[in-house]
């Protein structure tokens, strides 16, 4: 599993947590870990073009 995998889920799960007591500070974590595991392969996607 990629870093950027590890980091997503990390900061979507403790976001979540957050965002049950404090929903303005958790809400900002839960987006930031979404977009990390949906961008995890963008890098492998752009070498194999440039190849």
């Known amino acids: 599993m990629r870093s ?4 997503g889920i990390a ?4 976001g979540a947590v957050v965002a049950l007591l404090v929903p303005f500070y ?13 961008w995890r392969g ?3 996607v752009i070498d194999e073009i440039k190849e």
Not at 11 to 14: A, K
């Open 26 to 38: 958790g809400i900002p974590l839960v987006v930031i870990g979404i977009a990390l595991i949906i």
């Open 4 to 7: 950027q995998m590890r980091w």
């Open 11 to 14: 900061l979507t799960v403790i």
């Open 42 to 44: 963008r890098e492998d």
